[in-house]
T-cell receptor, first 113, second 114 residues
């Protein structure tokens, strides 16, 4: 019940395309859903995050769509660029005293020029 | 404002040796998380510490692993008698608030056990 399932495992798009990465969860106590971007040899960097009281959040070219009833959320990258090529992780936490993050398994995105 | 710092960035140990990984949180942050990332996998929570206190160690292996965050100095993740299966990237994240949402990650320490 603590798992966050992420798909696809890898994704290739052309420059300007809109890659979509999906995550699903079971634990209804989760109330914070961030997305992290990780380049090879680097630590994860927070990209955008959402709480379940909204269905969509947009920051620049990155959009999170959230479906509370389906317990799913997704990341859309508009007008993708080769520099967006990285591994993307979704995560979830249930707050409380710890607020530990439960991560998905990651999606390796390649944006071809 | 320096980010989360981790050292060493790369660490090679032989089986049976000890590994010590250090993490200095962002300035003003007093909450530290440690995560482990095995090859081709996502990050797995290990432990959450505040200054001088372990708050949640539910993700720590029962043996050989320990963590501390002293009043002065960096947080330390210690792995005793390392085995090949300990080879992974270990990431530290810090947060300014107790149970705060945003966690800021360091560059990681990549441990290789020969």
């Amino acid at each position: 019940q603590q798992q966050v399932k992420q798909s696809p495992q890898s994704l290739i798009v052309q420059k300007g395309g809109i890659p979509i990465i999906n995550c699903a969860y079971e634990n209804t106590a989760f109330d914070y859903f961030p997305w992290y971007q990780q380049f090879p040899g680097k630590g994860p960097a927070l990209l955008i995050a959402i709480r379940p009281d909204v269905s969509e959040k947009k920051e620049g070219r990155f959009t999170i769509s959230f479906n509370k009833s389906a317990k799913q959320f997704s990341l859309h990258i508009m007008d993708s660029q080769p520099g967006d090529s990285a591994t993307y992780f979704c995560a979830a936490s249930s707050g409380g005293a710890t607020n530990k993050l439960i991560f998905g398994t990651g999606t390796l995105l390649a944006v071809q020029p | 404002n320096a980010g989360v710092m981790q050292n060493p960035r790369h660490l090679v140990r032989r089986r049976g040796q000890e590994a010590r990984l250090r993490c200095s949180p962002m300035k003003g942050h007093s909450h530290v998380y440690w995560y482990r990332q095995l090859p081709e996998e996502g990050l797995k929570f290990m432990v959450y510490l505040q200054k001088e206190n372990i708050i949640d160690e539910s993700g720590m292996p029962k043996e050989r692993f320990s963590a501390e965050f002293p009043k002065e100095g960096p947080s330390i993740l210690r792995i005793q008698q390392v085995v090949r299966g300990d080879s992974a990237a270990y990431f530290c994240a810090s947060s300014p608030l107790a149970g705060g949402d945003e966690q800021f990650f360091g560059p990681g320490t990549r441990l290789t056990v020969l």
